[in-house]
């Protein structure tokens, strides 16, 4: 019977959410957690042997201890294939189950399948190491698609031990990785062409053999000539709101911005603002909210005449989980309104 080892975070280990992030990574015999699902999902034709946990912020704050307890539990469990995630949209986790499954299959040369949405920003990361014994399966947004994440992570997982050929991402159904490869046909390059261009042509779908990433392309802005003349705005993606959150943003997948008014105020005060953001632990924030609204430092620059003046209002959104489409649709209009108040130059914060 086939062996696995399942990862995933201290969240679908079941052990608790972000109070829980610092975690070391532990391991739990057999079937914990979401593996548990894997397990139903693969019956009979496989065994998840162990369920290997690590908290979302420990993997990334203590990397090389990760790194060596992750491959130690591996070494005595020698798994046929690992399954990682799935990740859905939670960048923290993506990135981590992409570096785990790297990790794994150069140290230990086993075969390894993750899955999450394709907007994930560890994706990009995925398509960087071009790894051929990596796949990444695309999901939905949220866990709400977990029984289908984990059907198809089954299914794919037995295929790939079945030793059966895998297609070309298109076909297989995984996430490309960028990875051109050399195929014979008794077609020409030629013949291909021309069948593509009257496919496109008579508005028939037809499959590309050379797909290619469009990327958007962001010019950088000019420097400030003087900035000690510059109007300078807060913009912030930590969540940071009047206490109660007056406006009900969500933890995450928010489409929509606010700006509040911080003219009269010198500093921000714990205990009048709360940080909504599901990506971090937010008690840190909710104890300090200048970290993600650096009023008192800009304060002092405008005092010092570093900066010309700050702008009476922060703009901010929860970042956590933001579809890149939504994200970019609220830049513009972020953008728009800094221009209509004559703001010169932006202070970007981020978590």
Same mark, same amino acid.
């Given at each position: 019977?086939?062996?696995?080892? #399942?990862?995933v975070?201290?969240?679908f280990a079941?052990?608790?959410?972000?109070?829980?992030?610092?975690v070391p990574?532990g391991?739990?015999?057999? &079937?914990?957690g979401?593996?548990r +699902?894997l397990?139903v999902?693969?019956?009979?034709?496989a065994?998840?042997?162990s369920?290997?946990?690590f908290g979302d912020?420990?993997?990334h704050e #203590?990397p090389? %201890?990760a790194?060596?307890a992750?491959?130690?539990?591996?070494?005595l469990?020698r798994?046929q294939?690992?399954?990682? +995630?799935?990740?859905f949209?939670?960048g923290?986790y993506?990135?981590?189950c992409?570096k785990?499954?790297q990790?794994i299959s150069e140290?230990l040369? %086993?075969?390894?399948?993750?899955? *999450?949405?394709?907007?994930?920003?560890?994706?990009? &990361?995925?398509?960087e190491?071009?790894n051929l014994k990596v796949f990444?399966?695309p999901t =939905?947004?949220?866990a709400?698609?977990?029984? @289908?994440?984990l059907s198809? *992570?089954a299914?794919?997982?037995?295929?790939?031990e079945s030793?059966a050929e895998?297609?070309?991402?298109?076909?297989? /159904?995984y996430?490309?990785?960028?990875?051109?490869r050399l195929?014979k046909?008794d077609?020409?390059?030629a013949?291909r062409?021309?069948?593509?261009?009257l496919?496109?042509?008579?508005?028939e779908?037809f499959m590309?053999?050379?797909?290619m @990433?469009?990327?958007?392309?962001?010019?950088? %802005?000019?420097a400030? %000539?003087?900035l000690?003349? =510059?109007t300078?705005?807060?913009?912030?993606?930590s969540?940071?709101?009047?206490w109660?959150?007056?406006? /009900?943003?969500?933890?995450y997948r928010?489409t929509?911005?606010?700006?509040? !008014?911080i =003219? @009269?105020?010198?500093c921000?005060?714990?205990g009048?603002?709360e940080?909504?953001?599901? /990506?971090y632990n937010?008690?840190?924030m !909710?104890q !300090?909210? #200048?970290?993600?609204?650096?009023?008192?430092?800009?304060?002092s620059l405008?005092?010092?005449?570093?900066?010309?003046?700050?702008?009476p209002?922060y703009?901010?959104v929860p970042g !956590?989980?933001g579809a890149p489409?939504?994200m970019?649709r609220?830049g513009?209009?972020i953008?728009a309104?800094l221009r209509?108040?004559?703001?010169?130059g932006?202070?970007?914060v &981020?978590?």
């Amino acid at each position: 019977m086939l062996s696995v080892v #399942h990862i995933v975070n201290q969240f679908f280990a079941g052990l608790g959410g972000e109070e829980k992030a610092d975690v070391p990574v532990g391991v739990i015999e057999g &079937a914990a957690g979401v593996a548990r +699902g894997l397990q139903v999902q693969f019956g009979d034709l496989a065994k998840v042997v162990s369920t290997v946990f690590f908290g979302d912020n420990y993997f990334h704050e #203590h990397p090389e %201890a990760a790194r060596d307890a992750i491959l130690q539990e591996l070494r005595l469990r020698r798994p046929q294939i690992v399954v990682a +995630g799935p990740a859905f949209n939670a960048g923290r986790y993506g990135l981590a189950c992409v570096k785990i499954c790297q990790m794994i299959s150069e140290e230990l040369g %086993a075969p390894c399948v993750t899955a *999450m949405h394709p907007e994930n920003p560890a994706v990009a &990361a995925y398509r960087e190491y071009h790894n051929l014994k990596v796949f990444l399966l695309p999901t =939905a947004q949220t866990a709400t698609g977990m029984t @289908e994440a984990l059907s198809a *992570m089954a299914r794919f997982t037995c295929r790939l031990e079945s030793g059966a050929e895998i297609e070309c991402a298109q076909e297989a /159904g995984y996430v490309s990785r960028g990875v051109r490869r050399l195929e014979k046909t008794d077609r020409t390059g030629a013949d291909r062409a021309i069948d593509l261009l009257l496919k496109r042509l008579r508005g028939e779908p037809f499959m590309t053999e050379v797909p290619m @990433e469009i990327w958007d392309q962001a010019t950088p %802005a000019a420097a400030l %000539a003087d900035l000690s003349r =510059a109007t300078i705005a807060i913009v912030s993606t930590s969540g940071v709101v009047p206490w109660g959150n007056p406006d /009900g943003f969500k933890t995450y997948r928010n489409t929509y911005w606010r700006k509040y !008014n911080i =003219a @009269e105020l010198k500093c921000m005060e714990p205990g009048r603002w709360e940080a909504v953001h599901g /990506g971090y632990n937010v008690s840190f924030m !909710n104890q !300090n909210p #200048h970290y993600g609204v650096p009023l008192d430092a800009l304060r002092s620059l405008e005092v010092e005449g570093v900066i010309g003046r700050l702008y009476p209002s922060y703009y901010v959104v929860p970042g !956590n989980q933001g579809a890149p489409s939504v994200m970019r649709r609220i830049g513009e209009e972020i953008a728009a309104d800094l221009r209509s108040e004559g703001v010169d130059g932006v202070l970007l914060v &981020a978590t």
